[in-house]
């Protein structure tokens, strides 16, 4: 079975600040990790997947994510936040042959 | 087409009454899952199709909720007698195959609003 936990709810930044996103996943096996992004109303856009290629993994809108196995932790970050990053973040694992597991999601909120 | 597309964006039904939602996905893509939203956040497993076959329905409630993905035709997934506690966002999500790999492209969602 595979999990995935996001570690904060809520994370406001202001902008040219940096983002952190905290995901923490568990897997029976070696798990595909995927960071969606859910503007307001809008469907899921996927920001960037892990496929063990390689732990750092550079994604759209200048975002990246590090897995870490030693940590079972796959955050999503960005250097400079911008306002149109405000929305809603999902951390999604998914397993072979299976279904997608999601986080419970992060709201971000970035202030002028 | 490129994009999953799902109809209708909203709905509305009294409680009791039957709701229908469509999907049709990314040509070419084998697997079509669904998905419900409630509250804004979490994001519910309902069932998923590899072509018109059932791959996993483990995440349906078994009385009222029915699904198909029928050849030629757009996937459907029906509530009947719909309560209160359908009203959420129901999202389909598309995908080339079942590699651990392999993303889901989502469709923007119906929103089911049971009165």
């Known amino acids: 079975a595979q999990s995935v936990t996001q570690l904060d709810s809520h994370v406001s930044v202001s902008e040219g600040t940096p983002v952190l996103l905290r995901c923490n996943y568990s897997?029976?096996?070696?798990?595909?990790l995927f960071w969606y992004v859910q503007h307001p109303n809008k469907g899921l856009q996927l920001l960037l997947k892990?496929?063990?290629?390689?732990?750092l993994v550079k994604g759209i809108n200048g975002f990246e994510a590090e897995f870490k196995k030693s940590e079972t932790s796959f955050h999503l970050t960005k250097p400079s936040a911008h306002m149109s990053d405000a929305a809603e973040y999902f951390c999604?694992?998914?397993?072979?042959?299976?279904?997608?597991?999601f986080g419970a999601g992060t709201q971000v909120v970035v202030t002028p | 087409g490129e994009e999953v597309a799902q109809t209708p964006k909203h709905l509305v039904r009294g409680e009791g009454q039957k709701a229908k939602l469509y999907c049709a996905p990314i040509?070419?893509?084998?697997?079509v899952f669904w998905y419900q939203q409630v509250l804004k956040n979490e994001f519910k497993f309902l069932i998923s199709?590899?072509?018109?076959?059932?791959?996993?329905e483990t995440g349906m409630p078994k009385e009222r909720f029915s699904a198909k993905c029928l050849p030629n035709s757009p996937c459907s997934l029906e509530i009947q007698a719909t309560k209160l506690e359908d009203s959420a966002v129901y999202f389909c999500?598309?995908?080339?195959?079942?590699?651990?790999?392999?993303?889901?492209?989502f469709g923007q969602g119906t929103r089911l609003t049971v009165v």
């Open positions: 999604v694992v998914r397993a072979v042959w299976g279904k997608f597991q």
């Open positions: 897997s029976s096996y070696s798990p595909s």
């Open positions: 199709f590899q072509n018109e076959n059932v791959f996993d």
């Open positions: 999500a598309s995908s080339q195959s079942t590699q651990g790999d392999t993303e889901a492209f």
């Open positions: 892990y496929t063990s290629a390689a732990t």
């Open positions: 040509k070419g893509h084998s697997y």
